[in-house]
């Protein structure tokens, strides 16, 4: 089975940055995709980040230009920059696995997609 654990997440400025990690554990996942979602009080969970096995990645518009999505296969971990912050993005910070996605170039954004997750990080951002 696997677990999949995020750290990075605290409070922080407008303006600031933050990097996620999500450490996996129970299979390696250099072959999936790896995403990141995040949800917001009262809000349905979206689509933040994805990246492919190959180093491919698909962002929402809300992110673009400020977020970037990384992996390390090595230490099978996945990790999101965040950049240039706003209270907007403040939320819960998910990360999740595909299980249908080894060796596919496919990102799914839907979050019935997505078959294994964490149990989130929370990001705050105010003054």
């Known amino acids: 089975q696997v677990q999949l654990v995020e750290s990075g997440g605290g409070l922080v400025q407008p303006g600031g940055s933050l990097r996620l990690s999500c450490a996996a554990s129970?299979?390696?996942?250099?072959?999936?995709?790896l995403g990141w979602f995040r949800q917001a009080p009262g809000k349905e969970r979206e689509f933040v980040q994805a990246?492919?096995?190959?180093?491919?990645?698909v962002n929402a518009d809300s992110v673009k230009g400020r977020f970037t999505i990384s992996r390390d296969n090595a230490k099978n971990t996945v990790y999101l920059q965040m950049d240039s912050l706003k209270p907007e993005d403040t939320a819960v910070y998910y990360c999740?696995?595909?299980?249908?996605?080894?060796?596919?170039?496919?990102?799914?954004?839907?979050?019935?997609?997505?078959?294994?997750w964490g149990h989130g990080t929370q990001v705050t951002v105010s003054s």
């Open positions: 999740a696995v595909p299980a249908t996605t080894r060796y596919s170039d496919y990102i799914p954004r839907g979050s019935h997609e997505y078959d294994y």
């Open positions: 129970g299979r390696t996942l250099s072959r999936y995709v």
């Open positions: 990246i492919t096995w190959s180093g491919g990645t």
